[in-house]
């Protein structure tokens, strides 16, 4: 079950498709502020660049190994995508920040519910917890892709 549900949060960033958003629709600049343009490409440079970064940890973390390494291996593959989810966090619209939070929280949960994990008892939090992750990460990918022509 634990395979299954950190598999389905892979596959929620992996199949969202991306959307033409362009860096126009989502901040205005005044006429010849050619600066304010650049700000704002590279804000959603680095925010897209997040958002793959983060995408794959994500995708580690549902890997099959990771899972079969255990506790320590599934709580390592979590402290990598939260600490990728912090460098994210950090070239987010202040729009996007509940779902950033949503998935932290989510994290923490997972970490938590692994942490508690003894053979198959705690199994159904360490799901449960997955499950939200799945939510959460597909959540805040809906909310980035449209900024992220390649996502």
Known sequence: MTVAALA???????????????ASDTTSSAPGTSATSTTTATGATAACNGLQTLKTSITN?????????????IQSAVDDVQKNLDDLQSSVKSSDKPQVDALKSSLTDLKDSANNLSGLSGIGAVTSAAGKVVTAAGNLYDALKAGCPSS
């Open 8 to 22: 389905l949060a892979s596959l929620a960033l992996a199949a969202c498709s991306s959307s033409s958003k362009s």
């Open 61 to 73: 973390l549902a890997s099959p190994s990771t899972v079969s390494g255990g506790k320590a291996s």
